[in-house]
């Protein structure tokens, strides 16, 4: 068995054996089988895609490429949440605690930010003293004390995806459906939940820019979740604008807790709602209509804000911010973006506002960047709405005068505005899921 052979057989379209992609893919873990090689097998799957059972056997493969998390000693059902990534998204920060105060138990395994802003974890680090690492037995306590817990990926879980995506990355060979495939659901694989739901971003500030590849992803990924032994969802919902007003870390923080203050009931809580719901449907906790009033009452009661207190606790974070905001860091400067002139807002550059909140400091271009994390953005108009002239459209926050006028140059084209009313597009598109579902014993 030699790469040129399996090189050869991918670019002439010829199915692989699950033998011989192991063989790669470990081959390349080990670095037995060089880069100049995986680059060209990635770049002849990346022109000729790869079948269902390619796409199942490289996750697979991927998978048991390093550590995998034993959640057996969490009781009851566990259900996880993956998003494909968008402006704004802070989505985990909400429904955890909030399926948390339904009765299921939610371990999440989250990463740091690469790109526009910062990741779950980078969001949390910006609460005071919030533990992210916490040892394997305390993760499993607390989950079980608490609910849900959120921590940092293992440095040993998938090692595989690790090295493939730094190649693909380089060698422009990331946008394949089946290697998008592979890597998030070896990861979510690998972490071991009896559940997981799939939010599948589309839209100008998403990854998938159109709803067939969006579609396409979404199927793709439920397929090889289920032919896993899991139970699996997709839902396909709209990044055409940014999710909610906050894009940042501290920023976004405060506005996942306006959600759960029942405070904001915009479509990030929309949205929240829409997860929530499909999470404790996966678990068996009844009808998706009754799932979603289990989610809304949970916010309305308070018990998912005191779950969300909880954890703060528990993973060793000051959770007097929860009542006094400026515990969190904060910005020394500020600018705001105005109108030019009176209209409806047309169209919102959500990848633009992706590369200003960068700009701020918000996000990092290197994996070992720094972050400010008081640094982002508020937007405070969505699509369809009328703004008169001098409005603020959005506000920009850094500790960095430069970063910060730089981004405000950035930010004056990000709202087009028309005298013509203009319609939300829907902010969720489509469910992919199966009549048969695997039994969780």
């Known amino acids: 068995m030699n790469a040129c052979d399996i090189i050869f057989k991918t670019k002439r379209k010829q199915p692989l054996s699950a033998k011989e992609m192991k063989w790669l893919i470990n081959g390349y873990v080990s ?70 105060a339904c009765g299921i138990k939610v371990p999440k395994m ?32 607390t989950v079980n004390r608490v609910g849900t817990a959120i921590i940092a990926q293992s440095g040993n879980l998938v090692p595989a995806d690790k090295k493939l995506y730094a190649l693909r990355d380089v060698t422009s060979t990331v946008d394949s459906i089946p290697l998008i495939c592979a890597s998030i659901m070896s990861k979510k694989l690998a972490i071991g939940s009896d559940c997981i739901l799939l939010d599948v971003k589309t839209g100008s500030g998403a990854f998938m820019k159109n709803i067939n590849d969006a579609e396409r992803l979404a199927s793709l990924m439920v397929e090889t979740g289920r032919n896993a032994g899991k ?36 479509r990030l809580y929309e949205l929240c ?70 209209g409806y807002i047309a169209e919102i550059d959500s990848e633009g506002i992706g590369f200003v909140s960068l700009l701020t400091g918000a996000g990092r271009t290197g994996k070992d960047d720094a972050i400010d994390y008081s640094a982002g953005l508020i937007i405070n108009f969505g699509l369809g709405d009328y703004a008169e002239k001098d409005s603020v459209l959005m506000t920009l926050y850094s500790n960095d ?41």
């Not at 703060?312 to 109108?339: M, R, V």
Request: aromatic share 4%.
């Open 273 to 342: 709602m829409v997860l929530a719901a499909n999470m404790l449907e996966l678990a068996g906790k009844g009808s998706l209509q009754e799932c979603r009033a289990f989610a809304e009452n949970a916010v309305e009661c308070g018990d998912a804000l005191r779950i969300f207190k909880k954890m703060i606790s528990a993973q060793g974070g000051d959770a007097g911010f929860i009542n006094n905001y400026s515990l969190l860091p904060e910005a020394k400067h500020k600018i705001e973006i105005k109108a030019k002139e009176s």
């Open 110 to 141: 989250s990463g740091r930010g690469l790109g526009f802003t910062g990741g779950t974890i980078d969001k949390l680090e910006s609460i005071q003293g919030f533990n992210v690492d916490l040892e394997r037995e305390n993760y499993i306590d």
């Open 401 to 441: 005068k430069n970063k910060l006028e730089e981004a405000a140059r950035r930010a004056e084209n990000i709202f087009r505005l028309t005298d013509r009313p203009t319609d939300q597009p829907p902010l969720i598109s489509v469910s992919y899921t199966h009549l048969t579902l695997p039994t969780i014993a």
């Open 231 to 266: 139970k699996c969802r997709a839902v396909i919902t709209d990044m055409n604008q940014p999710l909610g007003k906050a894009v940042g870390n501290a920023l976004e923080v405060i506005e996942a807790v306006e959600v759960l203050k029942g405070r904001e009931k915009g």
């Open 31 to 100: 670095g037995e089988v060089p880069d100049y090689q995986v680059s060209a097998w990635l770049m002849a799957v990346c022109l000729n895609g790869l079948s269902e059972e390619e796409t199942k056997n490289l996750t697979l493969i991927m998978r048991d490429s390093g550590e995998k998390i034993d959640l057996s000693g969490i009781d009851g059902i566990t259900v996880d949440k993956h998003s494909t990534g968008g402006i704004g998204d802070k989505t985990s920060l909400i429904i955890a605690p909030v399926c948390a």
